[in-house]
């Protein structure tokens, strides 16, 4: 197989949300110098790369991901010094770090916008500008210069006062969309990237990477949740730009590339990361986080498992290497989406322990969300004053104007909340749970007495130290980094697959049900000697494998190898 051991096919990632992660200064706000005080844990955790959610100067609309200056520290995270100290300090414990880049958009408060307002300004052609519709504006989306919508469920055509036109944002309005057409733009973007590439960073998560080029401003012809999306998703100019970025910058480095894309069919994934022409070196998708979810991913259906073994497949065999992950700040928890969350509770230890299991059988490099490897679940929230996240609340007063009951408006938002991945990382059992010890930003999960790392940190066999086996158990082994992956069966909520090496193949059983589920149904009878089981604590023996595997229970996960 091409291209092994590199370092970022070998080590495992985490993602940190800075604002939520360890406040260190008792603002409730999770800083940069709380992250350094933290480093240990992770060195301890095995991990060997650090994605940083957004820290740059940002007023704050979208938690960050609206940026006003892509080379300053945000005071509220610290300044540029800790920046310098965390990459010193991680360096220290051979652990490197990944920025987020977030450049489809900038805030409105850039110094590029701001001077784009004016119609005679050299910025005017960073952004996206469009006189009203036959020229008069006013009337409210007939004026608007097409008929797109945004992500956040709102207009996607800002009207600006100062100069009589309006100007394009795919996602909050406090986000205008930079101008792709203009080169001025890409060397800009370049600047950044080399900037902090000299600093010592090594790499870069691309926010929405595949639909930073808009080819045309026409109407979207086809309807749906979002019109428009022909002009703008995975286009040749888009594919053009990161291969430009990456000859002209990043080959120049010892970096990597993960792309956050939206709506990537295989085909368009497969030309985004192609090792040949040297765009992107893993991707995002989301299909295997919406086998339960319908066209948008706030309505719920009923979760299958064999449907959710058919998209791992179809990735993990579709694609040279994966980005495999099941958390990050966009969504639910996942012990509360495809496991259980009744805390205390065996089927939530086993569920994420089960899922754990998922992740890091799969082949590709492992990103793990910030409390993910305590089993941390969705909020309790009871309000929707409790809810900060924007996206929330323009779901909320959409679904109003379709008329959609109360009730059933804040069943689907719960679950879907970007918040409830959000809330504050459990430490401990203290008051704040050990982030902070002021008023934390967002509310910290009622459980925290119960699930917290403190306590998982004394306990073998916790589920902190599930991750901590899984990650060492994936570094020693050649085969679960990259043999191939195989579908064995799935039926009755149990998932079966094989990766396979040489002559050595490991067997994966995973129950995704309340119910015991028996295997008789699998085409192929697992073989091997057993090394984990969820049900108990990570155990290598070689039991008699026939009643192991005839049956298991609820949640239970069995992982054999031969
Ligand atoms: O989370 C989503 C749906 O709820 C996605 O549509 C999400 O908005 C999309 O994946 C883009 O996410 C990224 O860019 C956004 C930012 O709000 C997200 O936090 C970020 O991950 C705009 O920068
Ligand atoms: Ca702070």
């Avoid at 080169?183 to 080399?194: D, N």
């Avoid at 969820?534 to 155990?539: H, V």
Wanted: aromatic content about 12%; glycine content about 8%; overall charge neutral.
């Amino acid at each position: 197989m091409q291209n092994t051991n590199l370092w970022w096919k070998e080590r495992v990632v985490y993602q940190i949300y800075p604002r939520s992660f360890q406040d260190s200064n008792g603002d409730g706000i999770g800083d940069i110098p709380g992250i350094i005080s933290r480093l240990d844990e992770l060195a301890a955790l095995g991990i060997g790369i650090i994605w940083l959610s957004p820290v740059y100067r940002s007023p704050d609309a979208d938690n960050g991901y609206d940026i006003s200056d892509y080379r300053s520290i945000d005071p509220r995270f610290g300044t540029m010094d800790d920046m310098d100290a965390l990459i010193a300090e991680a360096r220290k414990r051979d652990i490197k770090i990944i920025m987020d880049l977030v450049i489809n958009h900038t805030s409105d408060e850039h110094e590029w916008f701001q001077k784009s307002r004016d119609k005679n300004s050299p910025y005017r052609d960073y952004y996206i500008w469009q006189p009203p519709k036959g020229g008069v504006h006013g009337q409210g989306r007939k004026s608007q210069p097409n008929n797109w919508t945004s992500f956040f469920m709102e207009d996607v055509w800002e009207f600006d006062e100062q100069s009589g036109e309006y100007y394009l944002h795919l996602f909050h309005k406090k986000q205008p969309d930079l101008n792709y057409k203009n080169p001025k733009v890409i060397e800009e973007i370049k600047g950044i990237l080399r900037f902090w590439l000299d600093k010592g960073i090594a790499g870069f998560r691309c926010d929405v990477i595949n639909i930073i080029y808009k080819t045309s401003l026409a109407d979207g012809k086809q309807r749906g949740i979002l019109p428009g999306m022909e002009w703008y998703k995975s286009q040749e100019g888009n594919h053009a730009i990161l291969q430009e970025l990456r000859r002209d910058v990043l080959d120049k480095y010892d970096c990597f590339t993960v792309g956050e894309t939206v709506m990537v069919d295989l085909d368009e994934a497969k030309a985004l990361c192609d090792t040949g022409r040297k765009e992107l070196d893993m991707l995002f998708y989301f299909e295997h986080l919406e086998v339960d979810r319908r066209i948008s991913r706030f309505i719920p259906k009923k979760f299958k498992a064999e449907k959710l073994l058919a998209v791992f497949t179809k990735w993990q065999q579709g694609l040279e290497w994966n980005a495999v992950y099941l958390e990050n700040h966009d969504q639910p928890r996942i012990v509360s989406h495809y496991g259980v969350d009744e805390v205390p509770g065996i089927l939530w230890f086993r569920s994420a322990t089960l899922l754990a299991i998922l992740e890091f059988t799969l082949r590709g490099t492992p990103f793990i969300y910030q409390g993910q490897e305590i089993g941390m679940t969705n909020f309790d929230f009871t309000s929707l004053d409790q809810v900060k996240d924007v996206e929330s609340h323009n779901l909320n007063r959409l679904m109003k104007r379709y008329h959609i009951p109360a009730f059933l408006r804040w069943k689907w938002l719960k679950a879907s909340s970007r918040d409830n991945a959000r809330t504050p990382v459990q430490w401990s059992a203290e008051d704040g749970a050990g982030f902070t010890t002021g008023t934390p930003w967002l509310g910290i999960n009622r459980n925290y007495k119960r699930i917290n790392y403190a306590s998982q940190k004394k306990c073998r066999g916790s589920i902190l130290d599930y991750y901590k086996k899984l990650i060492a158990l994936r570094a020693g082994s050649e085969t679960l980094k990259y043999g191939e992956f195989k579908p064995i069966g799935s039926k009755g909520g149990i998932i079966a697959y094989e990766r396979t090496l040489g002559d050595e193949t490991w067997t994966v059983l995973l129950n995704f049900s309340r119910k015991p589920a028996g295997t008789a149904f699998l085409e192929k009878t697992a073989t091997g000697s057993l090394l984990i089981r969820s049900s108990s604590t990570i155990a290598f023996s070689n039991a008699d494998r026939k009643e192991l595997t005839e049956t298991l229970l609820p949640y239970e996960a069995l992982v054999l190898k031969e």
